[in-house]
């Protein structure tokens, strides 16, 4: 037991480190997330693969060690929309709850997760909270037309542990990574996923093919996974690690959005994502877009053998 000699490998900076199998990774972020090794080699690890950077093998290693330590949501009886939710409101108001609760009206069952790895801003679960969703407390199944949020501690309290790391040495490690690629539920869902840095994109595509996930993958809104509604992103869906192109990014971004408050705090952004939802503000056309490509992804999942 131990992490040191995988330590030694990543750890050696940028150029000289060597990645990691992807039985390696699983070993190595098992034993993190199962909390048998010292504070130290966890800052160690952290640290030398925020220097390194993770390769595809290595966060499949991560999320396989995930997956046999979540506490997951029972099948549901369409296909899960799982919606990670960490970044929050920086600029522009969070709209993954506009985005939930528009695919709730669909008919399909949604869970959202997430943890404040950011304290200054105004997270999905503060503007929920005001709509009247509360987080849950007990993992169970969610019904086609509900939605649920998930505080990650809920699904795992090792892989919380770990993004709170970030409180203390100021930077990301994987498991910010792994929380917005997991798949916490024992039947078929689809991954809202999304990327700020478009060198991200081609990763996080290579994982879900490595993984056979179901997902969405499109830039998203500051780091969450509904559309940013000033853009026509690139949008890709997977089936069970199929790509599939959806849309095509066109250039430019809009000055403005119609209806969009300029304001990010949380009874502004409930009050916006109401109105929304009542059609007395219009919905951005890239978040329409975006319920549209999850109904045809999930219609397809629900569909293929």
Known sequence: MGISHYIKEIGRGARGAKPLTREQATDLFGQVLDGTVTDLEVGAFCLAMRIKGETPEEMAGFLDATHARLDLFPASDLPLIVLPSYNGARKLPVLTPLLALLLAREGLPVLLHGAATESTRVLTSNVLAALGTNPITV???????????????????????????????????PAHSVVKLMQPTAGSCIVIASYTHPEYAQSMASTFELTGTSALLSRGLEGESVADPR???????????????????????????????????????????????????????????????????????????
Request: aromatic share 2%; charged share 25%; proline share 5%.
């Open 139 to 173: 993992v169970g199944k969610i019904g086609e037309g509900e939605i649920a949020f998930a505080p990650t501690e809920l699904l795992s309290t090792g892989l919380k542990r770990l993004l709170d790391v970030r409180r203390v040495v100021g930077l990301r490690n």
């Open 231 to 305: 853009r026509t992103a690139q949008v890709d869906g997977f089936i069970r690690g199929q790509r599939i192109a959806m849309q095509e990014q066109q250039a430019g971004t809009l000055s403005e959005v119609e209806g969009l408050p300029k304001e990010i705090d949380i009874d502004t952004t409930a009050d916006y994502t109401r109105r929304v939802l009542a059609g007395t503000l219009p919905l951005p056309m890239a978040i329409a877009r975006q319920v549209e490509h999850i109904k045809q992804l999930a219609q397809q999942l629900a569909n293929s053998p």
